[in-house]
């Protein structure tokens, strides 16, 4: 059974940085694009970013310059480092992975504080 496990959320005040991972773990085979939505109190899931498998990345424009997405192919992780943090970036964190399957994560919240 394929688990995708995430850690690294937690409270931060604006301006500040967290590292968000999410390792997979089971009998997962063939990932292909690794990525981080977020779902914000009262609104919709969003895209944040997605990283290939061969290394491209792609975010949305609220977070370009400011978050990295990163993978590990050999740990089956995938990251996503979050600098200048603003309140608006407060959220529930999912990472996605797309294999032969797709596997959600439960989620990990981020609370950024003013």
């Known amino acids: 059974q394929v688990q995708l496990v995430e850690s690294g959320g937690g409270l931060v005040q604006a301006g500040g940085s967290l590292r968000l991972s999410c390792a997979a773990s089971?009998?997962?085979?063939?990932?292909?694009?690794m990525s981080w939505y977020r779902q914000p109190p009262g609104k919709q899931r969003e895209l944040v970013a997605t990283i290939t498998s061969g290394g491209s990345t792609n975010y949305v424009d609220s977070v370009k310059g400011r978050f990295t997405i990163s993978r590990d192919n050999a740990r089956n992780t995938v990251y996503l480092e979050m600098n200048s943090l603003r309140t608006e970036d407060t959220a529930v964190y999912y990472c996605?992975?797309?294999?032969?399957?797709?596997?959600w994560g439960k989620g990990t919240l981020v609370t950024v504080s003013s």
């Open positions: 089971g009998n997962i085979f063939r990932i292909n694009n």
């Open positions: 996605y992975v797309r294999a032969l399957r797709s596997y």
